[in-house]
């Protein structure tokens, strides 16, 4: 299994408490830890108003962040869980997620998708088109990104965005362009269209859906002519360990503490709720639980997962029993 990690910047109010100020070192001394630790990626989100509840506390921005963290870190790859297609024009976003593969050495990962946080679009300005209207947009915006990155230029006369000859150049430093992860698991369009492009795709962390979701795709991809195998699985998980059952309780009880000030009791209760699965979770628990559960979704097909340190800003015990007893069982 492949390991990567979430940076804190905001969005899941994962730096409250902390100044303005001192926010971008502490997100910089994370990366660079990740970076000479046994991490092969670190990840932000690309949102702009705090979940559970938009609020006044910062969110920073996902495609400074790759430009900044690419500077800052020599080995670790580079990605966003997910970048939304409709909030830049994708030719755009080609021509910065190049220049970030410049700065990073070669190191950027595309995880895009089609975005679903209506309060947020809204107040961008960006409207919320109904869902199918947002895929046709990952569509047509996904095939500009793949030939600005293998071409160089790009044309596109589609419903939603037309490019005449747009030069990105230079070309990433990758050959054959920046990998594209397509996130989401809508099942008639999101997966045809990993199916169609994908090197990767990201699904819920749950055994039931990560089997279902594999199983469509594979249709998608014998329909479409891709060859499934070739495409890596993977899923983002929300950690909460502890060496005992009373540790990872306290972890858990120091989260919504954390979250309560800001959303209130109900929303930091609902939010616990979703991190946890209402306790079905496989990465909340001591190590040994964590491994066995893990193990259970290599064996579904899952090589490659993305974790979510809660705490991370404030304590790094977590990721460090994590790394420390979890990651040598499953690699």
């Known amino acids: 299994m ?3 990690i979430f940076v804190p910047q905001g969005w899941r109010l994962d730096l409250v408490g902390i100044d303005a100020k001192d926010q971008w070192p502490t997100m910089k001394a994370l990366a660079q830890r990740a970076d000479v630790g046994p991490w092969e990626s670190i990840w932000v989100y690309d949102h702009f108003h705090t ?9 920073h921005e996902a495609w400074t962040l790759m430009s900044a963290l690419g ?6 790859r580079l990605g966003q869980m997910c970048t939304c297609m409709s909030y830049r024009n994708p030719v ?17 990962e595309m995880g895009i998708g089609a975005g679903w946080y209506e309060h ?3 107040a961008y300005g960006y409207g919320f088109p109904v869902a199918r209207e947002r895929l046709r947009m990952l569509d047509e915006g996904v095939q500009i990104m793949r030939q600005a990155w293998t071409e160089g230029k790009a044309s596109l006369d589609g419903k939603h965005y037309q490019v005449d000859g747009a030069i990105v150049r230079p070309l990433p ?17 999101t997966l045809k269209i990993a199916a169609k492009y994908a090197q990767y795709t990201n699904f819920i962390g749950t055994a039931d859906v990560f089997t279902r979701k594999s199983e469509i795709l594979k249709g998608h991809c014998d329909t479409v002519g891709t060859d499934y195998d070739k495409i890596v699985r993977s899923a983002n998980f929300n950690v909460l360990i502890g060496e005992t059952e009373a540790d990872v309780q306290k972890r858990i009880e120091e989260a919504k503490a954390r979250l ?7 929303k930091a209760e609902n939010s616990i709720a979703q991190w946890t699965l209402n306790g079905e979770s496989p990465t909340v628990g001591t190590p040994a639980q964590i491994v066995e559960r893990l193990g259970k979704f290599r064996e579904l097909g899952l090589t490659y997962g ?17 790394e420390r007893e979890v990651i040598p069982a499953l690699r």
């Open 51 to 59: 979940v559970p509840a938009p609020t006044d506390e910062a969110t």
């Open 92 to 108: 755009y976003l080609a021509k910065v997620a190049a220049t970030c593969d410049h700065v990073s050495g070669g190191r950027i």
């Open 120 to 122: 947020e679009w809204r």
């Open 2 to 4: 492949r390991f990567g």
């Open 306 to 322: 993305i974790f979510n340190f809660h705490e991370s800003a404030y304590d790094q015990s977590g990721i460090e029993l994590f």
């Open 71 to 76: 500077a800052v870190t020599e080995r670790v």
């Open 260 to 266: 309560e000030p800001y959303v209130g009791a109900e």
């Open 173 to 189: 430093l990758q050959e054959g362009g920046i990998p594209l992860w397509i996130a989401g698991g809508g099942e008639q369009v």
